[in-house]
Nanobody, 123 residues
């Protein structure tokens, strides 16, 4: 059974840092059929947006709004995905979701989601 459990959210002042964790179980985040792991976020009144992703081969992507500030990484031994967030801004306030795309053919986007963790950045 696939499970994604996020942690590490919280409240921080602008300019601060937080590190989110996503503990995965029921599959290997770095191995077939896992195609891609990702972090999404959803702010109040806004649509969910892709923040960052890492493909099975290690290729990473970042939204323009977080490039240079956020870093996605994974610990294969711990089967855990991370998102290091530095220089946080008030506009980073959102619920952050861990997501996994687990398919035999890698297309269609995430099909498994965590429950989300709140990140609040105050000025």
């Amino acid at each position: 059974q696939v499970q994604l459990v996020e942690s590490g959210g919280g409240s921080v002042q602008a300019g601060g840092s937080l590190k989110l964790l996503c503990a995965a179980s029921g599959f290997k985040i770095y191995y077939y059929p896992a195609c891609r792991m990702a972090w999404y976020r959803q702010a109040p009144g806004k649509e969910r947006e892709l923040v960052s992703s890492v493909r099975r081969d290690g290729t990473t992507t970042y939204a323009d709004s977080v490039k240079g500030r956020f870093t996605i990484s994974r610990d294969n031994a711990k089967n855990t995905l991370y998102l290091q967030m530095n220089s946080l801004k008030t506009e980073d306030t959102a619920v952050y979701y861990c997501a996994a795309e687990i398919r035999t053919s890698c297309s269609g986007g995430p099909n498994y989601w965590g429950q989300g963790t709140q990140v609040t950045v105050s000025s």
